[in-house]
């Protein structure tokens, strides 16, 4: 199972909204609406952000939001804060019953 | 809240066994609906899903890493465990453990992970 696609680096000023994409295929994101996002800051572990494609748990800001169409999945962030300056990665499960994980984004405030 | 926490050695030599356990703490790990997963880390890179373990018992691990993965559960201490047989230096990473919430297949809470060295 090869690893979802993910840009290796966005920015954006503060305020500004800015998009991640997350590109799989029809054995993964095609198949379900099992897709997540992570978002995880140096040195930390992952926090989950965005499951079910576009749904977030609670205590997460609504400038975080997620879609899919198709293969791909996005997770735009809108309002940006120097505080969402971290390592974004996205997740699907498979037809292979396994997850399976983008190569992760880092996104820059500027 | 539950809480999660990895232990286990930092240093494993080349061709052995590294082995990692996970606490879970604030919850019982018997309680339905949830897998309990591991995901690693590779030095500055993505994230890899290497398995799971349910409470009862049964497990589904990474095709890559079937050969070598074992998960296995002690209810008894609210722990699951991580064993993974002839390491190289390609398994140098920092090892997570995680709880999968079934209905949704999202990692809804991480332990702050656990460094591991492959080195003689």
């Known amino acids: 199972q090869s690893a979802l696609t993910q840009p290796p680096s966005v920015s954006g000023s503060p305020g500004q909204s800015v998009t991640i994409s997350c590109t799989g295929t029809?054995?993964?994101?095609?198949?379900?609406?099992?897709v997540s996002w992570y978002q995880q800051p140096p040195g930390t572990a992952p926090k989950l952000i965005i499951y079910e494609v576009s749904n977030r748990p609670s205590g997460v800001p609504d400038r975080f939001s997620g879609s899919k169409s198709g293969n791909t999945a996005s997770l735009t962030i809108s309002g940006l804060q120097a505080e969402d300056e971290a390592d974004y990665y996205c997740s699907s499960y498979t037809t292979s019953s396994t997850w399976v994980f983008g190569g992760g984004t880092k996104l820059t405030v500027l | 809240q539950v809480q999660l926490l990895e232990s286990g050695p930092g240093l494993v030599t080349p061709s052995q066994t590294l082995s990692l356990t996970c606490t879970v703490s604030?919850?019982?790990?018997?309680?339905?609906?949830?897998?309990w997963s591991w995901i690693r880390q590779h030095p500055g890179k993505g994230l890899e899903w290497i398995g799971y373990i349910f409470h009862s018992g049964s497990t589904y691990y990474n095709p890559s890493l079937r050969s070598r993965v074992t998960i296995s559960v002690d209810t008894s201490k609210n722990q699951f465990s991580l064993n993974l047989s002839s390491v190289t230096a390609a398994d140098t990473a920092v090892y997570y453990c995680a709880r999968d919430f079934i209905a949704d297949d999202a990692f809804d809470i991480w332990g702050p992970g656990a460094t591991v060295t492959v080195s003689s």
């Open positions: 029809s054995s993964d994101i095609g198949s379900y609406n099992r």
């Open positions: 604030g919850g019982s790990i018997t309680s339905g609906g949830y897998y």
